[in-house]
């Protein structure tokens, strides 16, 4: 099966499911290009944005009580796939994306206070050197996979203490 094939078969497979309402598609010189599509709760896959990325690793002193777990308890990933930890009202847990020009991809399992109410995206590193290395950059992503909203909500409900969680799950119920 060659690539537009794949496409197709996949296209073909969600609209089946359901899961697509929308397709927007881009034929040139007899190639199919997906631009996007979009679900039924509105979130548009394949959709690009330009975000603001800090770094994280599991030896600073605001993530030593957490080890090397994320937020939705497994551990933090460093390599074809990396955690990202974000504001779960702007990207749910489980939402996969990858960066322009990077190889691998992300997945959001992970959270901070400093990025609640933000469109920050904080990438884990597996060392100090790695996360200093990254600083601050503004990164074009692109969006593979919506995560779950209600997952998010069920995690964050379970966490009353946790002014952090609290604070998501509001954003989450105001929207």
């Keep these: 099966m060659n690539a537009k094939e794949a496409v197709i078969r996949r296209l ?5 499911n359901q899961k697509a309402l ?3 598609a881009v034929f040139l010189s007899s190639l199919l290009t997906v631009v996007a599509w979009r ?6 896959f394949g959709e690009r944005m330009s975000v603001r990325t800090t770094a994280y690793t599991h030896t600073e002193a605001d993530h030593l009580v957490h080890g090397n777990r994320t937020a939705v308890g497994t551990a933090l990933q460093h390599g074809r ?15 996969e994306f990858k960066s322009t020009g990077r190889s691998g991809h992300y997945v959001v399992d992970d959270y901070g206070g400093a990025l609640v109410g933000t469109e920050t995206i904080d990438l ?6 790695a996360m200093n290395d990254w600083g601050v950059r503004e990164v074009e992503i692109t969006i593979l996979k919506r ?9 964050l409900e379970g966490r009353k203490s946790s002014s952090v969680a609290q604070r998501m799950l ?6």
């Design 170 to 175: 509001t954003r989450m119920r105001e929207e």
């Design 81 to 95: 796939v990396t955690s990202a930890g974000t504001d779960w009202s702007v990207l749910p847990v489980g939402t």
């Design 39 to 44: 679900d039924r709760s509105g979130f548009v």
């Design 147 to 155: 995560g779950s909203v209600a997952e998010s909500m069920k995690i």
């Design 22 to 24: 929308c397709i927007t």
């Design 124 to 129: 884990y590193k597996p060392t100090k050197e």
């Design 12 to 16: 073909a497979e969600l609209w089946s």
